[in-house]
């Protein structure tokens, strides 16, 4: 899903066409970012889950204390800047540009670009309420609208995960 700042309407954009995004959580994702105009790639998470917080109980037993679900935009790219396109700029230089463009919030995230750990990345992702996720060259070019043949996509936790066409 797209995310365009400073355009004009559709703010939310899929690849059928414009989205019915919640308004505030747009103007969440406008109050964090350090631009005139942007179009950020990235996921609604509609039950997101912050990670797991342990206290300890009046018996000194220590415990999980549940949290609620909240609605969350989570960049993962940034195509656009200012009218300046990236669409030709390799993945990393993408990321490290949105890194300075965008300020995390409780209601903004940033996806990390990581190389190890990626078991303890899938179960924290699981948890968090995120329903797949994309293992991308770092070196690729955006491609509008296409899965690139480098990129490996997990649509379900624990099941098959399928190669860009």
């Known amino acids: 899903m797209l995310v365009r700042l400073g355009l004009g309407e559709p703010h939310f954009l899929g690849y059928a066409g414009p989205v019915d995004g919640p308004e505030d959580l747009f103007l969440a ?26 206290e300890v109980d009046g018996q000194g037993s220590v415990v999980v204390r549940p949290t609620a679900g909240r609605t969350i935009f989570a960049a993962f790219d940034l195509l656009e800047v200012d009218g300046v396109s990236l669409l030709a700029t390799p993945l990393l230089e993408r990321k490290r540009q949105l890194g300075g463009l965008l300020v995390p919030s409780s209601s903004v995230r940033i996806t990390p670009f990581v ?51």
């Not at 970012?33 to 997101?48: K, M, Q």
């Not at 303890?120 to 509008?144: C, I």
């Open 29 to 54: 994702v406008a109050a964090e970012a350090r631009c005139e105009t942007a179009v950020l790639d990235g996921v609604i998470v509609p039950d997101f889950q912050d990670e797991l917080e342990l």
């Open 115 to 165: 190389t190890r750990g990626l078991a303890a990345w899938h179960d924290t992702l699981k948890e968090q309420g995120f329903r797949r996720f994309v293992l991308k060259d770092p070196n690729s070019v955006y491609s509008s609208g296409q899965i690139a043949g480098s990129w490996l996509v997990i649509e379900k936790f624990g099941t098959t995960a399928r190669r860009g066409m």
